[in-house]
């Protein structure tokens, strides 16, 4: 009888321990999945229609021109790829749009489009494929260029989206004319396409150069805070490891 009370009293004493040790590593995971949540939802796209204010807040970057296109290039059917950006088009109703203009379309004779540049056309019927996008080589966290014709009044935007289809955030055009339209993502996304649509008055022609970005780096080494709780983590399922054998010690010896 003896023998059996302290099996059962050994039983209780270990189921008790696991559902600790259970809510412990439950409570764990809580805490972490509520940090990433936090901190996704804390993402921002902040977007700049002012090449200097850009500048400031992204610091060094690189600007592709597309001058080592030397002749017209289309990317109508076949994508083209200038340095780590390959443009995709359509075959829009309208010429010379979606190819790179070289030499420069004799239209559009100031800075910075009398030199080689992108003509695009983007237009409302994304799943027909009537839209301008661009695949980087190696992700940006920031991004932006000059733009003619980019119209507000069409709801033209650009869409940057991660390399599992998520939507990061948008930039609206907001000038007929000449224009300088930029985004910068502050919470460590990194954006490895953009969409160019417009949403009004069906297709919308355009034409951009001197692009500039920031290239996405390696991810960092974890923050102090993250660090500090898989530290917490850890430190409690070990302590209930010991709490356990403790208990089993004395139910052995009792």
Not at 80 to 92: D, E, F, P
Not at 109 to 123: E, L
Not at 172 to 189: C, H, K, V
Not at 209 to 230: G, M, N, S
Request: proline share 4%.
């Amino acid at each position: 009888m003896k023998r059996l009370l302290n099996y059962l009293k050994y039983s209780i004493l270990r189921r008790e321990c696991y559902m600790k040790h259970y809510f412990t590593t439950m409570l764990l995971i809580g805490l972490l999945v509520g940090l990433v949540l936090t901190k996704s939802a804390s993402a921002v796209m902040i977007s700049y229609q002012n090449e200097g204010s850009w500048d400031t807040a992204v610091g060094a970057s690189t600007t592709e021109d597309f001058n080592s296109i030397t002749t017209d290039t289309s990317f109508r059917v076949n994508p083209v790829t200038v340095g780590s950006m390959t443009l995709t088009g359509w075959a829009a109703p309208s010429l010379p749009h979606n190819q790179i203009d070289s030499p420069a379309d004799p239209t559009i004779a100031y800075s910075p489009f009398a030199t080689t540049h992108v003509n695009f056309a983007s237009a409302d019927s994304g799943d027909l494929g009537e839209i301008f996008r661009i695949d980087f080589s190696t992700s940006v966290i920031a991004w932006g260029a000059t733009f003619y014709g980019f119209e507000p009044n069409r709801g033209s935007i650009i869409t940057a989206y991660d390399a599992l289809d998520n939507s990061l955030g948008t930039a609206a055009a907001y000038s007929s004319g000449t224009s300088w339209l930029g985004f910068n993502l502050t919470s460590g996304e990194k954006a490895s396409y953009l969409k160019f649509t417009s949403t009004l008055l069906g297709v919308e022609n355009a034409a951009m150069d001197d692009a500039k970005f920031v290239a996405a780096t390696a991810d960092p080494v974890p923050e102090p805070a993250t660090i500090a709780l898989f530290g917490i983590g850890l430190a409690g399922l070990a302590g209930a490891e010991v709490r356990r054998r403790r208990k089993k010690k004395t139910v052995e010896n009792s």
